[in-house]
Nanobody, 126 residues
Framework: VQLQASGGGLVQAGGSLSLSCVAS????????IGWFRQAPGKEREFVGVITRSGGSTYYSDSVKGRFTISRDSAKNTVYLRMNSLEVEDTAVYYC????????????????????WGKGTLVTVSS
């Protein structure tokens, strides 16, 4: 398994939740790693990404200021910390890895992503 995501669950609006994505060694070292999400009946959309070096992060406008991505090199893990959750954040969240630099992920077609992890469901209740 190249990418394994976990941490989804049920949370009330305004609450917080953290997701984890454990990557294989080569993936972690060589790829930018980020998150997409797919709400029921909607297309998969970009959430955020952290560059291979961990020096830069990029977020969609809908989560900027509320979500934070970080990397832990000792654990080959990327985290998505989600604060001030809204009902509209309800979706299946997917961990993704791609060789493209982080600044290009906004415009990337999700179908072109190099590697996917299995999704984890986040449900935000009102």
């Amino acid at each position: 398994v190249q990418l394994q995501a976990s941490g989804g669950g049920l949370v009330q609006a305004g609450g917080s939740l953290s997701l984890s994505c454990v990557a294989s060694g080569p993936i972690y070292r060589q790829y930018s790693i980020g998150w997409f999400r797919q709400a029921p009946g909607k297309e998969r959309e970009f959430v955020g990404v952290i560059t291979r070096s961990g020096g830069s992060t990029y977020y969609s406008d809908s989560v900027k200021g509320r979500f934070t991505i970080s990397r832990d090199s000792a654990k080959n893990t990327v985290y998505l910390r989600m604060n001030s959750l809204e009902v509209e954040d309800t979706a299946v969240y997917y961990c993704a890895a791609d060789l493209r630099i982080g600044s290009r992920w906004h415009d990337m077609d999700y179908k072109d992503v190099d590697h996917w992890g299995k999704g984890t469901l986040v449900t935000v209740s009102s």
